[in-house]
């Protein structure tokens, strides 16, 4: 499946941003999906997964400030980050991985990846 990321950019500490994840198929309840993110010299970290049974899984930095969500009839995962930090910055990749994923946050664990969208937080 193909992914493509969108809605990144800059912004202030406070402030919001809504990312979109646009899958080639469709993906409905078939697929695990998440939002890892990467900033600069540092590993992907998983921030956001929804799981086959619509459940969601959120990294500890990121709980009560994103929240991650799809709509199957467009194929689509959205994650809305609220209260921006400057550590929110970096590249806010897409995953998607066909049944259950033994650990969510383990990007090992997904085959399809989008190129991904750049966040910056400015304070």
């Known amino acids: 499946v193909h992914l493509v990321e969108s809605g990144g950019g800059s912004a202030q500490a406070g402030g919001s941003l809504y990312l ?18 990467q900033a600069p010299g540092k590993e992907r ?6 799981d086959i049974y619509g459940d969601t899984h959120y990294a500890d930095s990121v709980k009560g400030r994103f929240t991650i969500s799809r709509d199957n009839a ?5 994650l809305q980050i609220n209260s921006l930090k400057p550590e929110d910055s970096g590249m806010y990749y897409c995953a998607a991985e066909y049944g259950r994923v033994r650990v969510w946050d383990d990007y090992g664990g997904y085959e399809n990846w989008g190129r991904g969208t750049q966040v910056t937080v400015s304070s």
């Open 74 to 78: 467009k194929n689509t995962l959205f």
């Open 20 to 37: 979109s994840c646009a899958a080639s198929k469709n993906v409905n309840y078939d697929y695990t999906m998440a939002w890892f993110r």
């Open 45 to 50: 970290e998983g921030v956001a997964g929804i």
